[in-house]
């Protein structure tokens, strides 16, 4: 009898139906079903694109594991962990980083920026050097060479490798006591810029330069650090890496993992993505609507084929199971042409890279299994939980 009724369910989809209103509503509403989940294939895949691209440029901020100070923030005893941190198998390699607020200023424009003194194996752990899109990384020949970031460069106007033009690094000093000359207030240092690398949430009016440049400019003895970064052979390991050193080192050292370096940026990036789920089954909830309306005129259409069937002997149930059966074939059929649809308009974009989020930057698309489950999932619940509650006509409405 199940059979039955899924055989009947089938004919009243794919045969033609005695109105044309019903035929235009029943396919109206597995046309309703595609366009919504493609919808919602099509942005979480946009979603899961920006997703890797904000991981790319964050990797350029953040290391595999960041040891810092507890009690202050320069590191103390940093000759120990130097020696711990070189007799690790598990680690690639590491940098000294010192990061202070600065003050550039260049012919009379200022901006307030982020002075980040790295060491020459900074760019073995944070190959930051493979961003610069105009001019090159510091050669740290000079102590002076700096790359800037974009927008922190336009809005001063200061040239690229430009031996003539300098702009000047202002360093407030920290103490107590009467000002009576300049050199109380603040240190200075002239910089040239020799590279630009892009911006980004994480990266925006970031200067970056030799170790040397900030210990100078906050008055710091050589071999200083306000952090110590490293890159592991396996950054899956990170979080067992991390508690290995923590007991090695000990003392008032804290170490954090990339992922912990930026828990307000993944906490929004996932508070986003919880809401973009929500929207969209919302839409897909409310587009089901179709599919109740169809099952109820599909319902009053077939009234006579029905009471028919139910005097041959055709249980009540298995009638019912037939309206269920209409509508998970309708649900069924939506699913899959909206995810063809969405998945063409995905490869569509990754191939012609139409549509812009800016001007040079195309959206990014990842096509992952993941999104197929999810959308087909959340598309499958609401369309069953409909056919179930509109196919349950009573015996009265029969007789």
């Not at 595999?64 to 120990?80: A, C, E, H, P, Y």
């Not at 980004?200 to 900030?214: C, M």
């Not at 991390?242 to 000990?250: A, D, P, S």
């Not at 028919?308 to 002997?313: A, C, D, K, V, Y």
């Amino acid at each position: 009898m199940k059979n039955i009724a899924f055989y009947i369910a089938s004919r009243y989809l794919l045969s033609k139906k005695g109105s044309t209103a019903v035929t235009f509503i029943t396919w109206l509403a597995a046309v309703a079903m595609s366009v919504a989940v493609a919808a919602m294939f099509v942005i979480i895949s946009v979603f899961s694109g920006l997703e890797d691209f904000n991981k790319t440029l964050i990797s350029n901020l953040h290391a595999d594991l960041t040891v810092k100070s507890t009690s202050g923030k320069t590191i103390k005893n940093f000759q120990r962990i130097n020696e711990i941190l070189k007799k690790d198998k598990e680690i690639s390699d590491f940098s000294r980083v010192i990061e202070e607020k600065v003050y550039v200023n260049f012919n009379g424009k200022g901006d307030i920026a982020f002075l980040r003194g790295v060491d020459s194996s900074y760019t073995k752990v944070n190959p930051v050097n493979k961003t610069i899109f105009f001019g090159n990384y510091p050669s740290f020949e000079y102590k002076n060479e700096v790359i800037m970031e974009h927008s922190l460069k336009i809005r001063l106007g200061i040239p690229v490798d430009s031996d003539k033009d300098f702009a000047t690094i202002f360093m407030p000093k920290s103490g107590t006591g009467i000002i009576n000359k300049e050199e109380d207030i603040y240190n200075k240092r002239d910089i040239i810029v020799t590279g630009i690398f892009p911006g980004n949430e994480q990266l925006n009016n970031y200067v970056i330069a030799p170790i040397e440049l900030a210990e100078e400019l906050l008055n710091l003895p050589k071999n200083s650090a306000y952090q110590i970064v490293i890159k592991l052979k396996n950054p899956e390991n990170a979080d067992s890496e991390k508690e290995k050193l923590q007991k090695e080192i000990g003392g008032n050292i804290e170490i954090k993992t990339k992922e912990e370096e930026n828990a307000a940026f993944w906490k929004m990036i996932n508070t986003e993505k919880l809401f973009i789920y929500l929207i969209f089954a919302l839409v897909i909830f409310i587009t089901t609507f179709n599919l109740a309306g169809a099952i109820i005129i599909l319902q009053l259409d077939k009234k006579q084929q029905a009471k028919s069937l139910i005097s041959l002997g055709f249980p009540l149930k298995h009638l019912r199971m037939t309206y269920f059966y209409t509508g998970i074939l309708i649900v069924v059929l939506g699913i899959l042409s909206g995810l063809l649809l969405g998945t063409a308009l995905c490869y569509f974009q990754l191939y012609t890279e139409l549509f812009k989020a800016v001007e040079d930057l195309p959206f990014p698309v990842k096509i992952v299994g993941k999104n197929y489950l999810i959308v087909s999932a959340i598309a499958a619940l609401f369309g069953v939980l409909i056919s179930w509650f509109f196919s349950k006509i009573s015996k009265n409405y029969i007789t």
